[in-house]
């Protein structure tokens, strides 16, 4: 059974940084590529950020490059999105996400397992 655990939000003021986690178990980790995905209330979800199988490339949306990292640990079977110089628009619950296939992983539709998300809510 494949399982992708987020963890590491929370709340925090602007300008502040968090770091998100997620673990995934069940499958061949190295094999898959990663995605960060966000959505706020009354909003469609939209991609954040994204690393491939090898850690080799990663992508990111334009309102979060240069704030926010993506990275990979596929020793730990995990994936990472550091972001840094937060803003209230960036509140959102953030979810990971794992897929096979390959590429145009900006599109949600692309990953074939889901994290539960975590919530992500930056003040003012």
């Known amino acids: 059974q494949v399982q992708l655990v987020e963890s590491g939000g929370g709340l925090v003021q602007a300008g502040g940084s968090l770091r998100l986690s997620c673990a995934a178990s069940g499958l061949s980790f190295r094999s898959y590529n990663m995605g960060w995905f966000r959505q706020a209330p009354g909003k469609e979800r939209e991609f954040v950020a994204a690393i491939s199988w090898s850690g080799g490339s990663t992508d990111y949306a334009n309102s979060v490059k240069g704030r926010f990292t993506i990275s990979r640990d596929n020793a730990q079977n995990t994936v990472h999105l550091r972001m840094n110089s937060l803003k209230p628009e960036d509140t959102a619950v953030y979810y990971c996400?794992?897929?096979?296939?390959?590429?145009?992983?900006?599109?949600?539709?692309?990953?074939?397992?889901w994290g539960q998300g975590t919530q992500v809510t930056v003040s003012t």
């Open positions: 996400a794992a897929d096979l296939r390959g590429g145009d992983l900006r599109s949600h539709s692309k990953y074939e397992y």
